[in-house]
């Protein structure tokens, strides 16, 4: 059970393009789904947090016009990086939560990984 | 100061050693602790939880010391399955919400 599906697994695209990402809860209600992004040798950096039917919180330094996340409903959530540049290229994971568990582990996606050329 | 820090390794061990690893994280209202695992190229897996009173599960052995704001992972008898990335995860409560924050990971290579 607990299984987080995000689509598509690898992206490579041209400077300038917008991507969308999706991350779905495949058998259970997600009512906080999160995104990190992971560059290389570097830790998991949590982008956002987004509750569904409602706008996300950006973390500080992370650019809500660029990083568009929707979370229509509970079984998915996306992140739509627009116009994308060289520098966004990284590793982009969401994992997700059911209501009432902050303290357990969260499920992970098996995530993105974005090129721009 | 990072909120988690790990040393970043790479242990190299061979295969039947036991390892240690330690964490630290500044955020004393911390609620949760986990370790998980990355494997090169993939998303983490939770390898286990770690517990106030310190866990088990079968070779891999999690501790917790609140007073000290230190957690420990040890693993005996190591396989070659076990070459990953350890990531110490911190969850704690801030700006309205439950967060997770990770460690930049320790590198682990078991070789024959």
């Known amino acids: 059970g607990a299984v987080v599906s995000q689509h598509p697994s690898w992206v490579i695209c041209k400077s300038g393009t917008s991507v969308k990402i999706e991350c779905r809860s495949l058998d259970f209600q997600a009512t906080t789904m999160f995104w990190y992004r992971q560059f290389p040798k570097q830790s998991l950096m949590l982008m956002a947090t987004?509750?569904?039917?409602?706008?996300?919180?950006?973390e500080q330094g992370v650019e809500k016009d660029k990083f568009l996340i929707n979370h229509a409903s509970l079984t998915l959530s996306t992140l739509t990086v627009t116009s994308a540049h060289p520098e966004d290229s990284s590793f982009y994971i969401c994992?997700?939560?059911?209501?009432?568990?902050?303290?357990?582990?969260?499920?992970f996606g098996d995530g993105t990984r974005l090129s721009i050329l | 100061r990072k909120e988690v820090e790990q040393d970043p390794g790479p242990f190299n061990v061979p295969e039947g050693a036991t390892v240690a690893f330690n964490c630290t994280y500044s955020n004393s209202a911390s609620q949760s602790f986990f370790w998980y695992r990355q494997d090169c190229r993939k998303e983490p897996k939770l390898l286990m939880s770690?517990?106030?009173s310190g866990n088990e599960d079968g070779r891999f052995t999690a501790q917790l010391n609140r007073a000290s704001q230190y957690i420990s992972l040890l693993i005996r008898d190591s396989k070659l399955s076990d070459s990953a990335t350890y990531l110490c995860v911190v969850n704690f409560f801030s700006g309205g919400y439950n967060k997770l924050i990770f460690g930049a990971g320790t590198r682990l290579a078991v070789h024959p």
């Open positions: 994992s997700a939560r059911v209501f009432g568990t902050q303290n357990q582990p969260q499920h």
């Open positions: 770690v517990y106030s």
């Open positions: 987004s509750n569904e039917g409602s706008k996300a919180t950006y």
